[in-house]
């Protein structure tokens, strides 16, 4: 028998304890690379139980102006895929279990090459690869490839989404899914909390895997309604939007102490029903 994925034991100790995962994304290289390492540690101590790092890239399709600012700043320093791995490599020096979750586009994976890729992934600590412009239907090769090297291949479900393309993603997809809130990109439009929480027991009937929500969660009171009935709440615009408003000096800080307001409110919200 395989050992239990970091994303597998994470999520089992949350639901025996009655809790939700907290997922902060966040761009690696952003507001410096300085910042990286100490950000995935800071997130990981304030409450975070998955880290999603972003992986910048030129051309992103589903992210909104914030996240599009904070990737086009982290490849103005020059940040690139190589650097995103080392980083994760540096964080596992003292962090062994907290799960990482690289999130980004298909095209520096294949500059790299996949096989490659996966390789240095997985030696470097990275638990899941969550491809935005990896539809399940593309993902017959990446997929197993990316399994074949421990890491777990987690895919994006809209609301939009057909009962087969979901039926598709939980024949492919392992650790979580992530269900897309909004119509649109990552920050926009407003939350309706109760049409995503009516979608997420047939995503989870399908998948068999926990399902973590983003795209639009942005106070402690939207994650708290989220954190109900989901297994995972995934939050990252207004953090980097809380990153940009620190300034480089406070960033971590304030980074932290968001992520611990947001930790504490799904608490009380889950331990009040």
Known sequence: MSPMSRIDATFARLRAA???????YFTAGHPSREHAVPMMHALARAGADVIELGVPFSDPM?????????????LSLGVGLGDVLDWVREFRRDDATTPVVLMGYLNPIERMGAEAFAARAAEA??????????????????????????????FLIAPTSTPARIAQVGRIASGYVYYVSLKGVTGSGALNVDAVLSALPAIREATGLPVGVGFGIRDGATARAIAERADAV????????????????????RAAAFIQGIRQAMDAGVSAT
């Open 18 to 24: 009655n809790r939700r995962a907290l997922i902060p």
């Open 62 to 74: 589903a992210d909104g102006p914030v996240i599009q600012r904070s990737g086009e700043h982290a």
């Open 125 to 154: 600590g990275v638990d899941g690869v969550l491809v935005v412009d990896l539809p399940p239907e593309e993902a017959e090769t990446l997929g197993p490839l990316f399994k074949s090297h421990g890491l777990d291949p987690i």
């Open 234 to 253: 995934v939050i990252g615009t207004r953090l980097i939007q809380e990153i940009e408003a620190a300034g480089p000096a406070h960033a971590v800080e």
